[in-house]
């Protein structure tokens, strides 16, 4: 149990911080579900497994309707994200997807394209971290008329980390990097900081109802007029973006149903007795693209009925304060998924839509891929696979240790990517430095076991298998 002296600490700390009292709310309604053993897993006996949705190819008739409906939307661009994982110390969204193109560039020529298709006034929202902030709104400062009369951002909130070393649970203090104390509390925060920054408000009274939300790393989340129209004609509260799940999609999140209601269960809420059900893809055969549709009308009635925002579920992760000192103080962080909040509207459904639409960018492997060939930009900015006679599912399969960080991807390709069009997997192990117009073509492996980097040479053709 958590006394309110413990839980005292909790929210003083976040006044001291300045945060909104609707996000102390819901960080003590996590805090004190998880203190008082509530359970942050979803058994298999608990849910069904989803059989049937609707598709977007089935959604034709609906497109007239949402072209009407744009200028009642707004597309948000989940930007809290640091590529830190890449060796990037500011947002991953300013990443260069093409020379002098980043994540930024696209998304705001994507909007501005629209609205010039449709002549609708379709707005543009990020929500940024305090992090990413002040580089992604420098980025689209060049943007004229982008912003249009509302401000093109807001930020998400933070919350305490929960030492559970101490006597009794008490927020994290670690002088020597105070920022550690900290962590995001997940994209569900998405709904309550849309409230607290005035943003919710500030969208309705200029007419806005629905919302497109997507991460800004998945270039393949354009907005839909089939899917617009759909959601607006069918009054529908939530809609998600499911995929059929393959193999490669196992630990993912997965769609499934608790008494008729759609839920969205991720592998941090599966008890490890059902973790070959959880990832049995015949099972479960949807997961979430992390593509959502939002009526913000019945968004603002669900957050008037409770101080506490969504009533989302929560998810538990320990850790240790810092990353680098295996002596630090193993600790919680308490976060939301924004994709749960499907079990929060009556009446949310989802649609299974192709793969095109689920484009994230992780690693450098997704990366040096976007680089290739094997994509296209499009005159509306969208960033598309290229079409062929044989349509292909790529793997790239870089060694980390010489690939995973930007700086070193980008020095070892620094005259491009290689042609990737006809390759089915790419796999090097080991330092290798690439030349112009290089090729690859089927299956291929690289492997340098030697300290000095093996170069290949300009204008080789890989084919098969190869090794060094």
């Known amino acids: 149990m958590l006394s309110d002296a413990q839980h005292e600490r909790f929210c003083q700390k976040m006044r001291n911080e300045g945060l909104p009292e609707i996000a102390i709310a819901a960080f003590s309604r996590a805090l004190r579900f998880v203190a008082e053993g509530g359970a942050t897993t979803i058994a298999e006996t608990a849910i069904e497994p989803v059989d049937r949705l609707e598709h977007l190819d089935g959604l034709d008739r609906y497109e007239a309707a949402g072209r009407e409906a744009v200028q009642h939307s707004v597309v948000i661009k989940l930007n809290g994200g640091l590529g830190t994982s890449m060796g990037l110390s500011k947002a991953k969204s300013l990443l260069e997807v093409r020379k002098g193109v980043t994540f930024l560039d696209l998304i705001a020529r994507q909007v501005l394209a629209q609205r010039d298709a449709w002549g609708g006034e379709l707005s543009l929202l990020l929500m940024n971290s305090f992090r990413t902030r002040d580089d992604s709104l420098a980025a689209l400062a060049k943007y004229e008329g982008l912003a249009r009369d509302l401000p ?20 994290v203090e670690w002088p020597s990097d105070a920022d550690l104390e900290w962590c995001p509390p997940g994209h569900g925060d998405l709904y309550i900081a849309l409230a607290s920054s005035g943003m919710l408000d500030a969208l309705r009274a200029r007419g806005i109802r629905y919302a497109f939300v997507s991460n800004a790393d998945n270039l393949g989340a354009v907005l839909d007029p089939r899917i617009l129209g759909y959601m607006a004609s069918q009054e529908l509260p939530f809609l998600m973006e499911v995929a059929e799940r393959t193999e490669a999609d196992k630990k993912g999140g997965h769609l499934a149903r608790r008494d008729g209601q759609l839920l969205l269960r991720e592998v941090a809420q599966c008890p490890k007795e059902d973790l070959e059900a959880f990832q049995d893809v015949g099972r479960h055969r949807f997961f979430n693209t992390n593509n959502l549709w ?49 079990e929060c509207f009556e009446g949310a459904e989802a649609i299974v839509v192709p793969r095109v639409r689920f484009a994230p960018v992780k690693t450098t492997n997704d990366l040096l891929l976007l680089w290739s060939d094997a994509y296209d930009m499009t005159d509306d900015a969208r960033m598309v696979p290229a079409q062929t006679a044989d349509p292909i599912d790529r ?43 290089v090729s690859i073509e089927g299956d291929v492996q690289l492997v340098n076991e030697a300290d000095e980097p093996v170069e290949v040479a300009a204008g080789s053709v890989l084919s098969g298998t190869s090794s060094d």
């Open 294 to 342: 939002v009526d913000l009308d019945a968004l603002a009635h669900a957050l008037e009925a409770s101080s506490e925002g969504l009533a989302l579920p929560v998810i538990s992760n320990e850790k240790r304060v810092s990353s680098v000192d295996d002596s630090s103080p193993r600790c919680l962080q308490l976060e939301t998924a924004m994709g749960s909040a499907i």
């Open 395 to 437: 793997v790239i399969d870089l060694d980390s240790r010489y690939y995973g960080k930007i700086d070193d991807l980008s020095k070892r390709f620094a005259s491009g990517a290689p042609s990737l069009i006809k390759c089915r997997r790419f796999s090097v192990a080991g330092d290798h430095e690439f030349g112009p117009d």
């Open 152 to 171: 093109l951002d807001f930020v998400q909130h933070k919350v305490p980390r929960i030492d559970i070393e101490a006597e009794a649970w008490a927020p």
